[in-house]
């Protein structure tokens, strides 16, 4: 004689067909975002926000690259010293 089974038990699916949401991989890139550092004011003892220049992006680079190989009469071969150059007068400005 075979068991009924009661209409009214769920019965759970098997283990096998029990599948996990996989979380989507990070990404390669990084966004570039200003970041806010905290100083601390020594006569109040107050922590104020200080903003911190973002790194220069690589279009702002690369613009002042060519600025300074127009400047430099347009000489071939210059182009790595134009963009180091670049680079440092970005980020110390």
Request: charge should be positive; aromatic fraction near 4%; avoid cysteine.
């Amino acid at each position: 004689m075979a068991k009924q089974r009661n209409s009214r038990s769920k019965s759970k699916p098997p283990a096998a067909a029990v599948v996990a949401p996989i979380a989507p991989a990070p990404t390669a890139r990084a966004a570039i975002v200003e970041d806010v550092a905290v100083t601390t004011v020594a006569a109040t003892n107050v922590a104020a926000p200080a903003l911190v220049k973002a790194a220069p992006g690589h279009d702002e680079i690369a613009r002042r690259a060519y600025e300074l190989w127009l400047h430099g009469g347009g000489q071939m071969g210059t182009h790595l010293d134009d963009w180091l150059r670049a680079e440092r007068e970005l980020i110390t400005a």
